[in-house]
């Protein structure tokens, strides 16, 4: 079964500065997709940022960038000039390209963005 | 164009009692997806829906929890009795098609007393 770990609980970043956020899954797979939500207090999943697994370059949106390590099943979200709105709950997520291609989600990361 | 939307957003009952929880998945949207997030861990998939159909519902516990989405447009998930490990936030999401990016509900945050 497929298991996305999220070591951080909960990490935080002055405002303006980066902050990088961990993530390793563990999958047999190699069609695949990776993705990062944010979950502000308001409880609302919103889509920061996705990855292919079949793709070598990272994806950026932004300020938000990805550090795509697939031999290292590796999937690390970076922040730059982290704003006080960034506050909020971060969860990695893995999908199999297949099958019903249900989400895995981690467990999260915490992050406080602080003035 | 409008989201996801999900009723109540909070609900609160006694162990043993019944509830039924209400998603209206952006329109047009094929898949519909229910999740539980319990407090601390990341959504866990309950439920997914094509159209009207189900195609996994592996991680419903059946015993105690139904889901139906008539007409292939709204659903509803309904858990009976309730036991107070089901207290969580339940996530509804849809997207155009099986695959493609799932756009979030607001949920509706269950407390089992």
């Known amino acids: 079964a497929q298991t996305v770990t999220q070591s951080q609980p909960e990490m935080s970043v002055q405002e303006a500065e980066t902050v990088t956020l961990s993530c390793t899954y563990d999958t047999s797979e190699s069609d695949y997709y990776l993705f990062w939500y944010k979950q502000p207090p308001s409880r609302q999943m919103i889509l920061v940022i996705r990855?292919?697994?079949?793709?070598?370059q990272n994806a950026t949106e932004n300020r938000f960038s990805v550090n795509f390590q697939k031999a290292a099943k590796s999937f690390s979200l970076k922040i730059s000039d982290s704003q006080l709105g960034d506050a909020a709950m971060y969860f990695c997520a893995y999908r199999f390209q297949g099958g019903s291609e249900k989400l895995v989600f981690g467990k999260g990361t915490k992050l406080t963005v602080n003035p | 164009e409008a989201g996801v939307a999900q009723s109540p957003r909070y609900k609160i009952i006694e162990k043993r009692q019944s509830v039924a929880f209400w998603c209206n998945p952006i329109s047009g949207h094929a898949t519909l997806y229910w999740y539980q997030q319990i407090l601390g861990q990341g959504p866990k998939l309950l439920i997914q829906?094509?159209?009207?159909?189900?195609?996994?519902d592996s991680q419903l516990p059946k015993d105690r929890f139904s889901a139906e989405r008539l007409k292939g447009v709204d659903s509803t998930l309904k858990i009976q009795p309730a036991k107070l490990e089901d207290s969580a936030v339940y996530l509804c999401?849809?997207?155009?098609?099986?695959?493609?990016?799932?756009?979030f509900g607001p949920g509706t945050r269950l407390t089992v007393t």
């Open positions: 829906f094509q159209n009207n159909g189900v195609v996994d």
């Open positions: 990855q292919e697994a079949y793709k070598q």
């Open positions: 999401a849809s997207s155009l098609a099986q695959g493609l990016e799932q756009y």
